[in-house]
């Protein structure tokens, strides 16, 4: 007979990451593939533009040490970009051995040099005195950590301000354990750590602390919003408050902290054999489709309104989703969730959807709905002088870069563009620590204080 723990053994087994990395010999013999191109079309495709043929080259000879020193040039969080990245849209897209349908796998190298890095603690940087100037972080999410990291290793003395228990912001509680595990978010945090840069964990900006006491109560030169788009969107459709209506944020979280023991299983939202639908189709819609399936769910039909070329998830995360038994329906919206009472709630049970082939009315137990975020509106209301557009989003400016209407206080990432990939996110933030600095540099050189 099987009990609760065997059960949950199993599903702790199959939520266990998906893809195996390489062997060292499978990582060498694959970097000597690369053809190291004069003009290399990789290096284009990257956002944050990885010196991609030398750090590969570096690794064709053996030498891990130092393609760990180039990748540290460019990202603070190489273990989570060669996992999580669209590979096949950007640096493996571009390669010119692409054109062939076999282009060199960069992702899984970049995550064979983190994680042998990390495994032989190789790396030690050097770190400077932090007497350039203090700058908090609010999120530490790949735009939090991104700002934290470069700042600490440019010699600023950096609090990042995270509102749950531990850092790491959506690549923790957001992606799915198959992609990318939470201990490698924990290490690539503790890396950034290393780096001098101390986290105050369960901290609410906006109630705990505001933007304004961070300036005048511990006099932080600048101020960085790195917080993401915390609420989700809603359908606003009959039966969206039904018992089993959820946002995929929310049971992805949930799944999250089950994984790490934190919960339950009885916590998550689905119960082992119930039918579950998901209306969305970008990367977030994917995974919680293939985390349902992980989590026990009988079925798992994912409802799109628009053809199959539109889905603005990676094809490859479709094709996987598809192979593991995720099905389809394409150019079809839902009309309406309905339910019934069941032990005094009002619980779904069913869901009428407009096909292309007319109407029809499903039977279903659970509906996650992954249709986009926006930002909280917690800390902007809370600080003076920070301006948002129609939809929410925090303005910044060009010079420096990342600066809003507030003299000082800077955001980059989701809080300022629509949500989009990690190493996005991480590409803007880079530029804004750029920003950051500048403006530090010239207030301390200027002998005035960003509040006054």
């Given at each position: 007979?099987?009990?609760?723990?065997?059960?949950?053994?199993?599903?702790?087994?199959?939520?266990?990451?998906?893809?195996?990395?390489?062997?060292?010999?499978?990582?060498?013999?694959?970097?000597?593939?690369?053809?190291?191109?004069?003009?290399?079309?990789?290096?284009?495709?990257?956002?944050?533009?990885?010196?991609?043929?030398?750090?590969?080259?570096?690794?064709?000879?053996?030498?891990?040490?130092?393609?760990?020193?180039?990748?540290?040039?460019?990202?603070?969080?190489?273990?989570?970009?060669?996992?999580?990245?669209?590979?096949?849209?950007?640096?493996e897209g571009h390669c010119i051995l692409n054109k062939k349908g076999n282009p060199v796998r960069v992702g899984k190298l970049e995550r064979f040099i983190a994680d042998f890095d990390s495994e032989m603690g190789l790396s030690k940087e050097r770190l400077k005195?932090?007497?350039?100037?203090?700058?908090?972080?609010?999120?530490?999410?790949?735009?939090?950590?991104?700002?934290?990291?470069?700042?600490?290793?440019?010699?600023?003395?950096?609090?990042?301000?995270?509102?749950?228990?531990?850092?790491?912001?959506?690549?923790?509680?957001?992606?799915?354990?198959?992609?990318?595990?939470?201990?490698?978010?924990?290490?690539?945090?503790?890396?950034?750590?290393?780096?001098?840069?101390?986290?105050?964990?369960?901290?609410?900006?906006?109630?705990?602390?505001?933007?304004?006491?961070?300036?005048?109560?511990?006099?932080?030169?600048?101020?960085?919003?790195?917080?993401?788009?915390?609420?989700?969107?809603?359908?606003?459709?009959?039966?969206d408050n039904l018992y089993g209506v959820a946002q995929s944020a929310y049971f992805l979280r949930m799944v999250s902290l089950f994984a790490s023991d934190d919960i339950p299983r009885t916590e998550v939202p689905l119960k082992i054999g119930e039918k579950v639908?998901?209306?969305?189709?970008?990367?977030?819609?994917?995974?919680?489709?293939?985390?349902?399936?992980?989590?026990?769910?009988?079925?798992?039909?994912?409802?799109?309104?628009?053809?199959?070329?539109?889905?603005?998830?990676?094809?490859?995360?479709?094709?996987?989703?598809?192979?593991?038994?995720?099905?389809?329906?394409?150019?079809?919206?839902?009309?309406?969730?309905?339910?019934?009472?069941?032990?005094?709630?009002?619980?779904?049970?069913?869901?009428?959807?407009?096909?292309?082939?007319?109407?029809?009315?499903?039977?279903?137990?659970?509906?996650?709905?992954?249709?986009?975020?926006?930002?909280?509106?917690?800390?902007?209301?809370?600080?003076?002088?920070?301006?948002?557009?129609?939809?929410?989003?925090?303005?910044?400016?060009?010079?420096?870069?990342?600066?809003?209407?507030?003299?000082?206080?800077?955001?980059?990432?989701?809080?300022?563009?629509?949500?989009?990939?990690?190493?996005?996110?991480?590409?803007?933030?880079?530029?804004?620590?750029?920003?950051?600095?500048?403006?530090?540099?010239?207030?301390?050189?200027?002998?005035?204080?960003?509040?006054?």
């Amino acid at each position: 007979m099987e009990t609760n723990l065997d059960s949950n053994k199993g599903t702790l087994a199959a939520l266990a990451e998906l893809h195996a990395g390489y062997t060292m010999k499978e990582a060498i013999d694959e970097a000597k593939r690369c053809l190291n191109c004069k003009n290399p079309l990789c290096v284009q495709g990257c956002p944050i533009e990885h010196k991609i043929p030398e750090w590969i080259h570096q690794l064709s000879k053996g030498n891990i040490g130092g393609a760990m020193e180039l990748l540290n040039e460019k990202s603070n969080l190489p273990a989570i970009c060669g996992r999580v990245c669209p590979h096949e849209k950007q640096c493996e897209g571009h390669c010119i051995l692409n054109k062939k349908g076999n282009p060199v796998r960069v992702g899984k190298l970049e995550r064979f040099i983190a994680d042998f890095d990390s495994e032989m603690g190789l790396s030690k940087e050097r770190l400077k005195a932090k007497t350039r100037g203090k700058v908090a972080v609010i999120g530490s999410g790949p735009a939090g950590l991104t700002v934290a990291g470069d700042l600490a290793r440019d010699g600023f003395n950096v609090t990042v301000f995270e509102s749950q228990k531990e850092p790491g912001g959506v690549l923790l509680y957001g992606i799915p354990e198959y992609r990318l595990p939470n201990e490698i978010t924990r290490r690539e945090v503790k890396k950034i750590e290393a780096l001098g840069v101390t986290f105050r964990n369960n901290c609410v900006v906006g109630e705990g602390i505001t933007v304004d006491a961070m300036f005048s109560e511990e006099d932080f030169d600048a101020v960085f919003i790195g917080s993401g788009t915390a609420l989700p969107q809603t359908l606003s459709i009959k039966g969206d408050n039904l018992y089993g209506v959820a946002q995929s944020a929310y049971f992805l979280r949930m799944v999250s902290l089950f994984a790490s023991d934190d919960i339950p299983r009885t916590e998550v939202p689905l119960k082992i054999g119930e039918k579950v639908a998901v209306i969305g189709a970008g990367n977030v819609a994917m995974d919680t489709a293939r985390t349902a399936l992980r989590m026990g769910a009988e079925s798992v039909t994912l409802i799109y309104r628009r053809k199959e070329e539109d889905m603005p998830a990676l094809r490859s995360e479709f094709l996987e989703a598809q192979n593991e038994g995720v099905q389809f329906m394409w150019e079809s919206s839902t009309q309406e969730l309905i339910g019934e009472e069941v032990n005094g709630k009002q619980k779904l049970v069913r869901m009428r959807i407009e096909t292309p082939a007319g109407e029809v009315t499903i039977p279903m137990d659970r509906v996650y709905l992954a249709v986009g975020s926006k930002p909280a509106n917690r800390i902007v209301s809370t600080t003076l002088g920070i301006e948002v557009n129609e939809k929410g989003y925090i303005t910044t400016s060009e010079y420096p870069y990342g600066m809003t209407t507030r003299r000082g206080v800077f955001a980059g990432g989701d809080v300022v563009h629509t949500p989009q990939t990690v190493v996005l996110a991480m590409r803007e933030a880079k530029k804004v620590a750029v920003g950051i600095a500048q403006y530090v540099d010239a207030i301390k050189l200027l002998g005035v204080k960003s509040y006054e």
